[in-house]
């Protein structure tokens, strides 16, 4: 067991700032928000586990910023938007594979020649993943 205490002033240092926490009714552990792993509370072994592969690779994947994306336009308004978004949601709903929707807009615009709304579908996985997201939030 370490004879270390978790030091609240650690979670002000830069090297850990961000990342670790203490553990809630444990003094003698700490716990890293990106590796999600306890530590034990030697500062030594924080700083070690700072500079781990692990734990900078991890840290990596958080930074990186998403690519911009343009919002979506309001569904009230857009027909075509409306139907996007019951499409996909209907694939979620019945468990289908979102890369599915890759082919089923072609299909649709074939089946319907006479429909404007399906004509003017353009909804691939990447579109379709994308309305999950802000569905979900």
Known sequence: MPKRKFREEWLQEENFRGWLRKVDGDDYSAYCNVC???LVTEVSTLKRHSSSRRHTEGL???????AAQPPLPDSDDDPVTRAEIKLTAFLAEH????NTVNYLTSLLKDIFPDSNIASKLSLKRTKATRILGDIGR
Do not use: D, F, G, L
């Open 36 to 38: 999600k792993s306890t």
């Open 60 to 66: 990596a994947r958080q930074t990186v910023a998403p």
């Open 95 to 98: 468990n289908v594979s979102i």
